[in-house]
T-cell receptor, first 116, second 113 residues
């Protein structure tokens, strides 16, 4: 079974600064997807960024980028130029790439606070 | 992408009663997933719902407590039966296949009193 670990229950960052959220995972599979989801107080789960395990290049979406280290099973999220709207719970999630196993396994989450 | 409409968005229920949550998707999907998010916690998968077959439940979740229906490829319901205060959580439905991200409904906040 796969597990996802987020070791930072809470993080805070000054507005306009950069913050990195950590995530490690454990799997015996060679092909999979990793995700970062954001959950603001509205409860809506919003995809921030997605990484395919077979791709060496780290995914980037505007101010959000990841540092994917497959051998170390590490998948951290970097948020640059932090904005007040980035305040939310952030969940790291794993999904197998094999048919029939499409469920998501989530980490425990990191609550990000943005300091004005 | 997929747009998911989940109802109700919130409810307050008496213990011992049941609540049925509906999830409607704007396109046909093979698999739908139901997650529970207890207060301050992460999301835990309850079950996977395939159209035309029985739902597959994760360890710790049983059909008698969380019956699921999947009558067609765009709709599913989750019932929380014989509720107790411990069932107070956010319940989310989700869809997604191997090639795409997972899309979520807006969640149902359930409070059992």
């Amino acid at each position: 079974a796969q597990t996802v670990t987020q070791s930072q229950p809470e993080m805070s960052v000054q507005e306009a600064e950069t913050v990195t959220l950590s995530c490690t995972y454990d799997t015996s599979e060679s092909d999979y997807y990793l995700f970062w989801y954001k959950q603001p107080p509205s409860r809506q789960m919003i995809l921030v960024i997605r990484q395919e395990a077979y791709k060496q290049q780290n995914a980037t979406e505007n101010r959000f980028s990841v540092n994917f280290q497959k051998a170390a099973k590490s998948f951290s999220l970097k948020i640059s130029d932090s904005q007040l709207g980035d305040a939310a719970m952030y969940f790291c999630a794993y999904r197998s790439a094999y048919f029939g196993n499409e469920k998501l396994t989530f980490g425990t989450g990191t609550r990000l606070t943005i300091i004005p | 992408s997929a747009v998911i409409s989940q109802k109700p968005s919130r409810d307050i229920c008496q213990r011992g009663t049941s609540l049925t949550i509906q999830c409607q998707v704007d396109s046909q999907v093979t698999m739908m997933f139901w997650y529970r998010q207890q207060p301050g916690q992460s999301l835990t998968l309850i079950a996977t719902a395939n159209q035309g077959s029985e739902a597959t439940y994760e360890s710790g979740f049983v059909i008698d407590k969380f019956p699921i229906s999947r009558p067609n490829l765009t709709f599913s319901t989750l019932t929380v039966s014989n509720m107790s205060p411990e069932d107070s959580s956010i319940y989310l439905c989700s869809v997604g296949d191997i090639a795409t991200e997972a899309f979520f409904g807006q969640g149902t906040r359930l409070t059992v009193v």
